[in-house]
């Protein structure tokens, strides 16, 4: 009578929602191929692939999102490379664990409601692997135990400690998928060998081993609960998809195979026990379909399919998230080109006012059956259940808020260098770090993990216990005593919000044909002046293009005249005091220095006007000073800094440094230059004086390159570069105390190109983009604390290069207009206008607008600064002669209002009207005085009257 059962499950339907219950407009990154579901979800979070150039972000929202959300959404800056995988704890709501092509795994604490802001630093970072993370599940019935497969490796590790459990390495080829039983005592793995494989990993063997698909593309493993059967998807030797469900007590044989179809997007399948639902999310699919999973023949009976947005990623909610009240049995999350659309799967009832029990079996809690010390020791124990009714659970958010459960703590052992910890007092907790602060991982250091937010009724019961400080005899350590400053209000910037405007079509540069993305990083990889840019060419020989800004417009599509060196460009400069004069560095050691005729190109040049030779290794910067001429500075791999004189063109100066440098600066003064090198130091040099360093101290901790610049008279020092976790950070240094280290670090984004710093004098501004980035980002500079405040992004069209900023002399102060850029988007050079709003545009805002040093004269000649000589520039006023200054301009009279009635005969002001008032009360007291009062002409009794 098997075969006429009726499965209370076979009229499931999915009801795909109408579009304003999607969340939309959502900007996902360019998903790579890789072995991940790209979307994950908790009871309370989801998570997927966010934007960022390398696909290095992870996006997080509330689970009951919906509708359009906002572009410019925080996410979770993870990885420096693209995100392949994530998984939420089972046992936790908040706790993210993403994997990714950078070969690191690494755990986040999400906010509870999801982000409010970026979050840059991990709770934890495991040890790098050998080749890229492919995929990160939990345990599903043992806390803080996170497997992890890379390349041909499959990791267990007790993130707790943390410390690698296990290491399973039998696998011939990439591991493509893996799946824990219910009970945590095995796992299965497929793999590109086409071998599907189960493991017991704490007996360290494998225990069965069969051919899975006939087709060597991707495949998929899933174990269907805590039975004895898996299945897996995959493709057939005629290149079909199919779904082939085995019992690993007989792996040699088939319970069945399904063919499903011919397409070719991997098949993600997504099973749920409670209701042996087996769905089947294939890449680039539109339909959505579900198998039912039975014990018997035929063992997989097809569902409905849905039609459905083309599928990018698939992910099944926890069981104790649906809504049971509607018969909602699973809700599969489907991530879209630009949206993820939730898809219920109801039952069918007539009346939804009871709970359905039949439909509701118990399920799987959110309280670890046990730890990890017990898994290890060999335990298996399946999570308590617990039921669905509303009336019976005990799990509500609001008793949860009013009664918080204990939270454990994980001691978390050093995976960076070690960082000296504060100690606190025993009796005081240690306070969870702030989702905008920097958290680093300390070498003791103490987690704080939030439990699972829909959790069991045990939930306050924590499966690790807290781990106490240990008592000490003595009297313990005072804490140290943060000094406590006068509160100095809020600081408001004038530039605070500042606007960038694009120029009109008209003026752009359009057309620019095979410009060179190889540059290497220690160049800006575009300079311009007032009147020409260059901008580097594709092709063998070094070219670089000049175009004339007086010139906009479509170039030629062929038979542009360049400047043709031989050899690879390394780096180029302009000359601050002459528009006409570029210097070039090449990869052959060799400097050129070319003079671009007045009227332009008009043929290819390949003869400079003249060559510095003297490095022996190539070159990677070149700086002009900034107000000597003729001064030239180079820096190569030969481990040397050397000054030229290009009137004599001699070598002047050698200096020997100890490592490669990433980037030098000169002072506003002209007497000091400073380096970040690969060591991790800033130095600062004064050449005329001595050949090393006048001051040292910390730098970036990464690796990646490193850009520095002067500001606030040459106070400061400002810092660009990566941490530890690859995230771009600005670090800003005190010049007469570089050991001290960082003044104050902000941190931005993470992506792999690095932040080039323009800073503006006058409004003590630094611009910050980087290659590729479609942002730039903004920072004052100031003397008062915390000394950087950031400033308003300017968010243009599409992605670009490179900045390059105009002297001052050209910007329009009628207009407000306090900088001036070129942006070179690889194809096109547009003229940017950065102003900041202002009420009365028509005066000159002096307060915005100081006298400006003349930087585009010099001051002295190359003899004169090698003599030792110094002058200070001249300073001009950015005034025309026709604006008055707005702090000279006359205060406006009150607008009379709208609708009130005004007569000029008959209109008094408040001070005549308060003195009319005055004088009436004076003349009537005047007018009392003499005049007997009402109780002294009232006639009274006789005394002897009272007696009565």
């Known amino acids: 009578m098997w075969k006429f059962k009726v499965s209370k499950f076979k009229n499931t339907t999915p009801h795909l929602p109408k579009k304003e219950f999607w969340i939309s407009d959502l900007t996902i990154a360019n998903l790579m191929q890789s072995c991940g579901n790209h979307i994950k979800a908790s009871c309370t979070l989801m998570a997927f692939n966010g934007p960022s150039a390398g696909g290095g972000s992870v996006s997080v929202l509330p689970l009951d999102s919906a509708g359009r959300q906002a572009k410019t959404m925080p996410l979770v800056q993870a990885h420096a490379d693209f995100v392949s995988d994530m998984d939420f704890s089972p046992f936790n709501d908040n706790l993210l664990a993403t994997g990714s092509f950078d070969c690191t795994v690494k755990l986040w604490d999400i906010p509870d409601g999801g982000l409010t802001e970026s979050i840059h630093d991990p709770v934890l970072c495991l040890p790098a692997e050998g080749r890229r993370i492919e995929n990160v599940l939990w345990h599903p019935s043992a806390d803080n135990i996170l497997t992890v497969s890379s390349g041909t490796h499959v990791k267990i590790w007790d993130v707790s400690q943390p410390r690698e459990l296990y290491a399973l390495d039998d696998h011939e080829d990439q591991v493509l998928s893996m799946s824990w039983k219910g009970d945590g005592s095995l796992l299965v793995t497929s793999a590109k060998d086409r071998k599907i494989r189960i493991f017991d990993p704490r007996a360290g063997s494998k225990t069965e081993e069969v051919e899975g698909h006939a087709n060597a593309r991707d495949s998929r493993v899933v174990w269907l609960g805590d039975s004895m059967n898996i299945a897996s998807t995959g493709f057939s030797s005629n290149r079909d998809r199919q779904v082939i469900l085995r019992d690993i007590r007989k792996m040699s044989e088939h319970l069945h195979v399904s063919d499903i179809d011919n397409a070719t997007g991997t098949l993600m399948p997504l099973f749920d026990p409670d209701t042996n639902m087996l769905f089947l999310a294939g890449k680039g699919d539109r339909n959505l379909k579900f198998v039912e999973v039975q014990d018997k023949a035929p063992y997989l009976t097809e569902g409905t399919a849905d039609t459905v947005e083309q599928i990018k990623g698939a992910a099944m909610i926890p069981k104790r998230a649906v809504d049971v009240m509607i018969g909602e049995v699973s809700r599969i999350l489907i991530l879209s080109q630009s949206a993820v659309v939730p898809v219920p799967y109801i039952v069918p009832r007539k009346s939804y006012t009871e709970f359905h029990a039949d439909l509701f079996p118990d399920t799987n809690g959110g309280q670890a059956a046990m730890t990890a010390e017990e898994w290890c020791a060999g335990e298996n124990k399946l999570v308590e259940k617990i039921s669905l009714d509303p009336s019976k659970r005990k799990d509500k958010v609001a008793k949860k808020e009013t009664v918080p459960p204990p939270k454990p703590e994980l001691v978390v052992k050093p995976v960076e260098p070690v960082v000296t910890e504060v100690k606190q007092p025993p009796a005081e907790p240690v306070p969870e770090p702030k989702p905008d602060e920097p958290k680093v991982v300390k070498s003791e250091m103490k987690i704080e993990l939030k439990r699972s937010s829909v959790s069991t009724p045990e939930a306050s019961k924590p499966a690790v216990q807290p781990e106490k400080p240990p008592a000490k005899p003595s009297a313990p350590a005072q804490p140290r005593k943060a000094s406590v400053k006068p509160f100095k209000g809020v600081r408001l910037s004038k530039f605070r919000y500042l606007k960038g405007t694009p120029a009109h079509k008209s003026q752009h540069i359009e057309n620019i044909r095979n410009s060179s993305t190889t540059v290497p990083g220690e160049s800006d990889a575009f300079h311009a002046n007032k009147e020409v840019c260059a901008v580097p060419l594709r092709g063998a020989g070094g070219l670089i293009a000049i175009c004339e800004l007086n010139k906009p417009g479509r170039l030629p599509d062929a038979g542009l005249p360049v400047l043709q060196h ?241 002297p001052k002399s050209e910007i329009n102060v009628r207009e407000v207009e306090f900088a001036k850029a070129l942006r070179f988007t690889g194809a096109t050079v547009e003229p940017v206008s950065f102003t900041v709003p202002r009420v009365k545009p028509q005066f000159f805002q002096d307060d915005l607008f100081p006298d400006t040093r003349v930087t585009w004269e010099p001051c002295l000649t190359a003899e004169e600064w090698f003599r030792g000589e110094d002058r200070v520039p001249r300073t001009i006023s950015l005034r025309p002669p026709d604006m008055e200054p707005l702090s000279k301009s006359k205060p406006e009279a009150p607008k009379p209002k709208k609708f009130e009635s005004y007569n000029a005969t008959t209109y008094k002001t408040d001070e005549q009207k308060k003195e009319e008032l005055l004088t009436a009360m004076g003349s009537k007291l005047e007018d009392k005085q003499g005049v007997p009062l009402p109780q002294d002409l009232a006639e009274g009794v006789e005394d002897d009257e009272w007696d009565d």
Not at 729 to 749: F, K, M, Q, R
Not at 788 to 796: A, I, K, T
Request: with cysteine; aromatic share 10%.
């Open 566 to 806: 031989g050899n690879t460009v390394m780096d180029f400069m302009f000359d601050p005091f002459n528009n006409r004069k570029l210097a070039v560095a090449t990869i052959d050691a060799k400097i050129c220095i070319w003079t671009i005729p007045v009227e332009g190109l008009t043929e290819t040049l390949t003869e400079p006007t003249q060559c510095l030779y003297g490095h022996r290794e190539k070159i990677y910067f070149i700086r002009y000073h900034p107000l000597a001429e003729n001064v030239l500075v180079s820096g190569s791999y030969d481990m040397t800094i050397r000054l030229w004189n290009l009137e004599t063109n001699q070598e002047m100066m050698c200096i020997d440094v100890p490592e490669h440098m990433f980037c030098l600066a000169w002072s506003g003064d002209g007497k000091k230059f400073a380096t970040v090198s690969s060591d991790k130091t800033v130095r600062i040099y004064e050449p005329r004086v001595t050949t090393l360093p006048i001051q040292e101290g910390p730098g970036p901790a990464g690796h990646r390159g490193a850009r520095v610049c002067w500001a606030c008279q040459d106070k400061y020092l400002a810092v660009s570069g990566f941490n530890t976790q690859n995230t771009r950070i600005v670090s800003l240094y005190d010049t007469s105390d570089l050991a001290a280290g960082p003044l104050n670090i902000v941190d931005y984004e993470t992506t792999p190109s690095i932040l080039v710093m323009n800073y503006d004098e006058g409004s003590s501004t630094i611009f910050l983009t980087g290659r590729g980035d479609s942002v730039v980002h903004a920072l004052e500079v100031s003397e008062d604390e915390p000394h950087l405040f950031q400033l308003s992004d300017y968010r243009p069209e599409g992605r670009h290069q490179a900045l390059a900023f105009l």
